[in-house]
């Protein structure tokens, strides 16, 4: 149904209005009648809206008004790193040398942009603590996926098949269990004990001969920094498997400590979150996977190689896995985070991790006030609350996060990790304003006071979307794709 502020296309269709006009006809027309069969020509004409440029202009322009970005509002999805995307990243993107070139094109025509990939894996090099890089993987799982990959080559190069599990922690991300399946392990969980870590003596029991790999984040998904990560890496190290990191949490740590220096032997990051890709509407994203020097034989060809200057692309490697995606990765996602990186500085990345973990305490420590903590030692970039309290009211976190959108914000990740009873996910980033740290707090600390003192306001949000509350498993598996009267 239109809005009557807001007329879908479909109203604003008046007959004998066009918004086009097409240049002279320069090649030979073509009679369909009798030049195509019967069956490709048309037989009524398409039912199109009929309307005005301005009509069009106006009705894209009002959807995209609707839509919710991290350049429109504060998006503390956590887990997601969802922090600004820096403009200069798109002017550089854009630059006629990036942009106009194709991947097609001999080396020798493409060698600044060869150079740039170059300079980009060495950086990540440094930042993570590995031997080498590859910028294949398209984004996050995918990454993972590769990094499991190599593993399991590198047991079978070994002639050790027998390695089929892979160890994920109960507050995994899903993807490390998915990942696992797809890569054909088997995974199996360890426990987090009682400050939301992984349980060392959990993890000696489940990990034995037939362990190909554990697969970890840290800090972890709670937003906790795993203290014990050099006992972990010896425990699966001495059993003969290796230690994955999952980097989607990177953004707490550049430049104070580095993945390699706490043993581990792969790494995938999220250019597209901690190096500010934008990675709105689904994508696109970069996963590049950072390997130790074990591991290094096994990398996706080709590899990107420099001598005397001019770089090339190495096919010649037998132990590859092989090429997991075509070209070489999401240049446009790459070129952003180059330029990123080389705008920051070491320096400056090191105060993103700071003002990072600053800004996600600060809200803590205000929000436990109303809401339950269960774990309440000091976070990292993000931390869960739980929900559990206003649960005993009759309100759920899921109507909390309806409830946020009333107040404009977009809710943070809820339900996640599995191990936080009505959990509620919170990332701020380094990139907000106290100012706009404080206003989430105080809407947050408003529904709660709402939860106490009048819960049918939140039990029913929300009220002020053009779209109220909707069965969201019925929208998900059967979505109305097409505009209907």
């Not at 894996?121 to 440094?126: D, G, I, P, R």
Request: aromatic content about 8%.
């Amino acid at each position: 149904m239109a809005n009557q502020d807001f007329p879908f296309i479909f109203e604003r269709s008046k007959e004998g209005r066009t918004s086009y006009s097409l240049p002279d006809l320069d090649v030979p027309e073509l009679d369909l009648e009798t030049e195509l069969d019967d069956m490709y020509i048309r037989k009524n004409a398409p039912e199109l809206p009929e309307v005005s440029e301005l009509d069009i202009m106006r009705h894209y322009t009002g959807l995209s008004n609707r839509n919710y970005g991290v350049d429109s509002g504060f998006y503390p999805l956590g887990s997601c790193t969802m922090k600004y995307n820096p403009k200069i990243n798109e002017d550089v993107a854009r630059l006629e040398g990036f942009s106009h070139i194709h991947p097609y094109q001999a080396p020798s025509t493409v060698q600044g942009a060869m150079e740039m990939l170059y300079d980009l894996q060495t950086s990540l090099k440094e930042i993570t603590g590995m031997y080498e890089v590859s910028l294949q993987s398209a984004a996050g799982a995918h990454g993972e996926w590769t990094a499991l990959m190599m593993i399991r080559s590198y047991h079978e190069a070994n002639g050790d098949f027998g390695r089929t599990k892979v160890i994920v922690p109960d507050s995994a991300h899903g993807t490390n269990p998915a990942s696992a399946a797809v890569a054909g392990f088997d995974a199996v969980t360890v426990r987090s004990n009682d400050q939301g870590l992984v349980d060392l003596e959990d993890l000696r029991r489940v990990v034995g001969s037939d362990t190909a790999a554990l697969m970890l984040t840290n800090p972890n998904t709670l937003g906790l920094f795993e203290t014990e990560i050099m006992e972990m890496a010896e425990i699966v190290h001495a059993a003969g498997g290796k230690l994955y990191y999952d980097g989607a949490n990177l953004n707490a740590i550049m430049g104070y400590t580095r993945p390699g220096d706490m043993g581990f032997d792969a790494v995938h990051l999220n250019l597209h979150k901690t190096f500010t890709g934008p990675h709105g509407g689904g994508g696109p994203g970069s996963g590049p996977v950072g390997v130790s020097k074990e591991l290094e034989p096994f990398l996706p060809k080709p590899v990107i190689t420099k001598e005397n200057d001019t770089f090339a692309f190495d096919n010649n490697r037998p132990q590859s896995i092989g090429r997991v995606k075509p070209y070489y990765g999401n240049f446009g996602i790459n070129l952003r985070a180059y330029t990123y990186i080389r705008t920051m500085g070491a320096e400056g990345l090191k105060k993103v991790s700071e003002y990072a973990v600053l800004n996600a305490n600060y809200m803590m420590r205000q929000l436990e006030k109303e809401y339950d903590l269960p774990y309440p030692q000091h976070c990292k970039h993000e931390f869960v609350l739980s929900g559990s309290k206003q649960k005993k009211l009759g309100v759920r976190t899921l109507d909390i996060a309806k409830r946020l959108l009333d107040f404009g914000y977009h809710p943070p990740t809820i339900y996640f990790p599995l191990n936080v009873e009505e959990g509620l996910m919170v990332e701020p980033t380094e990139t907000e304003s106290k100012e706009t740290l404080d206003g989430f707090i105080d809407t947050m600390l408003t529904i709660a006071d709402e939860v106490k003192n009048n819960p049918e306001i939140v039990q029913e949000a929300p009220h002020q979307t053009i779209v109220k509350r909707m069965d969201e498993t019925t929208a998900a598996r059967k979505p109305i794709l097409r505009y209907t009267k």
